[in-house]
């Protein structure tokens, strides 16, 4: 039996896939992922989260001995300016960087669009969250929408349809 389920195994490697980003053909060298502590962490950070998760099986369709499942993960990612800005304009100025981490997310995840894991990943948006009384040099937050689909097996959920 597999010791990981499929969500743990997709969430590592999302997570591994992010590290890997180094800067040349990324935007940046990413730094911390899923660390709570926002004084260890290293920028850009992301932080992965299910939001939630539902199958899209037919009624009727449990005889292909799988479950076919669309997973909606939000990625949050803190980026840190180098320098304090006029008192009031970090929350623009960071808006770049957040803007480049972005770029660096929808290109990673286009390139890794299965994960070896999975059907698809699939980008589906972003918002800005802007900190009310937070570090000058890391003045918002954002958070970025994935969808995953994936299939895993009914009589062992720990394994994809074709017991990976």
Not at 51 to 58: I, R, V
Not at 84 to 109: H, R, W
Request: charged letters at 25%; aromatic letters at 10%; hydrophobic letters at 35%.
């Amino acid at each position: 039996m597999a010791t990981q389920d499929m969500l743990t195994k997709i969430e590592e490697a999302m997570a591994d896939n992010i590290l890997a980003m180094k800067e040349g053909s990324y935007f940046f060298s990413w730094g911390s992922v899923n660390e709570p502590d926002q004084a260890k962490q290293e920028f850009p950070s992301a932080e992965i989260m299910l939001d939630n998760e539902e199958c899209l099986d037919e009624n009727g369709g449990a005889w292909n001995g799988a479950y076919q499942n669309r997973a909606y993960f939000d990625i949050t990612v803190k980026a840190r300016l180098q320098n304090e800005t006029v008192s009031g304009q970090q929350v623009y100025a960071i808006n770049e960087e957040l803007n480049k981490a972005l770029s660096d997310l929808k290109k990673c995840f286009g390139i890794h669009y299965d994960l070896d894991l999975c059907t698809v990943i699939m980008y589906r948006g972003t918002r800005r969250v802007t900190e009310p009384q937070g570090d000058l040099l890391v003045p918002k937050r954002m958070i970025v929408s994935f969808s995953v689909d994936y299939m895993q097996g009914r009589e062992d959920p720990t394994t994809g349809a074709d017991g990976a």
